[in-house]
């Protein structure tokens, strides 16, 4: 199975709400990514799980809080979002490090009005 | 930092090849090639490492110049199926870090 699955497909939120965006993976990857996909722009990453600890966090805002719960699981919990965060947040995994191919789930809309 | 990649769009018809280039500001350890459909996830076409090693699919070829931090994706006898958006990705040494160029987008018409 080399399927990375994420939830939900689509989210509009206010700014004032707080939502999680969902990713796991049953590959048996040891690093999990999370990355922001605007509009005919390259992904942009946000931050790297390895071995189920945050090994890099590429400046985001703390309104953007990542959690590896295990190493299948991968959570992006949003607070305080703004319009300029409305973006395709894709998650993807891999068996290591910058060697090995990265599998990336279809990925959730997000709209924040 | 980000990664180049030239043409900037490229428009085919079916049976027709092209090369799609990604040039680094940086020394690179790998190049990946990812090819993106309109409202797709990315998918995974090819990886090179440094030292030569390739990894990825036979209908499409690649090269990486160490030198020249520079690789190149082959695409021969293109099909409607090969239209869509092309990243090559750059990693560093020892890091899960990989930064994805400016893109190619490539259409391929019967």
């Known amino acids: 199975d080399t399927e990375v699955t994420q939830t939900p497909k689509h989210l509009v939120m206010g700014m004032t709400n707080k939502k999680s965006l969902k990713c796991e993976q049953h590959m048996g990857h040891r690093a999990m990514y999370w990355y922001k996909q605007k509009a005919k722009k390259p992904p942009e990453l946000m931050f790297v799980?390895?071995?189920?600890?945050?090994?890099i966090n590429e400046s985001v805002p703390s309104r953007f809080s990542p959690e590896c719960p295990n190493s299948s699981l991968l959570n992006l919990h949003l607070h305080a979002l703004q319009p300029e965060d409305s973006a395709l947040y894709l998650c993807?995994?891999?068996?290591?490090?910058?060697?090995?191919?990265?599998?990336f789930g279809p990925g959730t809309r997000l709209t924040v009005t | 930092q980000q990664p180049v990649q030239s043409p900037q769009a490229v428009i085919l018809r079916e049976g027709e090849d092209a090369v799609i280039n990604c040039s680094s500001s940086?020394?690179?350890?790998?190049v990946h090639w990812y090819r993106q459909k309109h409202g797709e996830a990315p998918v995974f076409l090819m990886i090179l490492l440094k030292g030569g090693e390739q990894k990825g699919h036979d209908k499409i070829s690649a090269s990486f110049n160490e030198k020249k931090q520079q690789s190149s994706l082959y695409l021969t006898a293109s099909q409607l199926s090969y239209s869509g958006t092309y990243f090559c990705g750059t990693g560093s040494y020892n890091t899960d870090k990989l930064i994805f160029g400016t893109g190619t987008r490539l259409q391929v018409f019967p």
């Open positions: 799980y390895s071995y189920e600890k945050l090994s």
């Open positions: 993807a995994s891999s068996q290591a490090e910058e060697t090995y191919e990265q599998y």
């Open positions: 940086k020394a690179l350890y790998s």
